[in-house]
């Protein structure tokens, strides 16, 4: 197997309908935090069920079958299993790009960072929900948990490794999320995944900011996109590539298809987006197979099926990746193909997987052409 080829743009050029550009595992459920939105209900002591390190390593042999794609170990929170050094160091011998994504908790230390770093560690994603302790750590259910993150990353960059930040929109910080932004800054992240709530787990409808304070969440990330010493990524705001082409669009004096006709001479920024089961897949602690981990709808088990066709021919996987199977609004949106809104959260706000996306609040005009990505 070779290492995908890379687009002028820098991204690997991966046929979504093969493999994922991007595999998650959820190492284990098991985490000291209480987040009262967590999508997987963290409980501290591991579900018995969960992949076994013999397990964890014949996933890892499955997901390196796809090629050299890049693969992050989340939670719960991953430093919550003990053979978590040696999963990690498998995963960077098979010559899967790894990152983690641990908790900001007292485990997460140099002690614990350091074997993988030795074994080749570059990028860590931690939490931050809140500027303040008041703010972050009424949202993670622990007090401390604040300064276990802060202190987390500054370990973390003390190693050398790239910091994400990851931060949830809610109601409780809608107010904060610049305090968040300065902070990333003087922190040196290089990343910051500003992630939409889906009210799925422990996560609730109630807690979601509405449509249009969203769509200008989406509008400041993109004006602060321009200055920011660190690169800006949504997670499940699909609809930020709408945001995103439009306003450059305007920008330049030019139509949303000729920004994309741009975009695929420059490199493809703008193509199509990865989205649940279309570029991205999730397994689950106990080895389920997911289109996300905000969308649990199980197409099999790594124990029991070959993860490579499950992912390529499974009937709900093939359908993600069908924008003309979409439904309400996102049927008949332009950005169909660069969009696709939230599966998950369309899911778990309706019970259809296929239906519009409730956070966006553009209003398509019917019978329009999708703009090609
Ligand atoms: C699943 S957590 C795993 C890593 C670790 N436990 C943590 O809290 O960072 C990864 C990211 O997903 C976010 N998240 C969890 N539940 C969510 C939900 N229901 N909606 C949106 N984001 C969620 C978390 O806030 C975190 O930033």
Redesign the pocket.
């Known amino acids: 197997m070779t290492a995908p080829a890379r687009l002028p743009g820098g991204r690997p050029a991966v046929d979504y309908s093969q493999a994922p550009l991007i595999t998650i595992w959820e190492t284990t459920r098991a985490?000291d935090?209480a987040?009262i939105?967590?999508?997987?209900s963290?409980q501290t002591l591991p579900d018995p069920a969960q992949l076994t390190q013999e397990d964890g390593y014949r996933l890892l042999d499955a997901v390196r079958r796809f090629g050299r794609s890049l693969f992050v170990m989340?939670?719960?929170?991953p430093l919550k299993r003990p053979d978590i050094a040696d999963l990690f160091a498998y995963a960077m011998d098979r010559g899967l790009v790894t990152a983690l994504?641990?908790?900001?908790t007292p485990l997460l230390t140099r002690d614990r960072l350091e074997p993988m770093v030795r074994a080749g560690l570059r990028t860590v994603?931690?939490?931050v929900?809140g500027s303040t302790a008041a703010i972050h750590d009424a949202f993670r259910g622990v007090p401390g948990s604040f300064g276990w993150s802060t202190a987390g990353i500054r370990v973390a960059k003390e190693l050398g490794l790239e910091v994400q930040i990851?931060?949830?929109v809610s109601r409780y910080n809608l107010d904060d999320l610049s305090a968040v932004a300065d902070l990333a800054t003087r922190v040196g992240a290089s990343r910051w995944?500003v992630?939409?709530?889906?009210?799925?787990?422990?996560?609730q409808a109630s807690d979601m900011v509405s449509a249009p304070e969203g769509e200008r969440v989406l509008n400041w990330l993109y004006d602060l996109s321009r200055t920011a010493p660190f690169h800006v990524k949504t997670?499940?705001a699909q609809h930020y590539r709408r945001v995103a082409i439009e306003r450059e669009a305007a920008e330049q004096g030019i139509s949303p298809a000729e920004v994309l006709e741009r975009s695929r001479t420059a490199g493809g920024r703008f193509a199509p987006g990865v989205n649940s089961g279309n570029g991205f897949l999730f397994i689950s602690h106990r080895g389920d197979i997911l289109p996300s981990?905000?969308l649990p709808l199980s197409a099999g088990n790594v124990k029991e099926d070959d993860l490579v066709r499950v992912y390529r021919e499974d009937p709900v996987f093939k359908r993600l990746r069908d924008p003309s199977q979409l439904h309400g609004r996102c049927a008949t949106c332009p950005y169909r193909v660069v969009c696709g809104g939230s599966r998950s959260r369309a899911y778990a706000t309706t019970g259809d997987y296929l239906a519009e996306d409730p956070a966006c609040p553009f209003e398509p005009r019917a019978g329009g052409a999708a703009l090609a990505a």
């Open positions: 985490c935090l987040c939105h967590c999508r997987a963290a989340t939670g719960g929170d994504s641990p908790s900001g994603s931690i939490s929900d990851n931060t949830t995944s992630f939409f709530l889906v009210p799925t787990g422990r996560g997670t499940e981990g905000f």
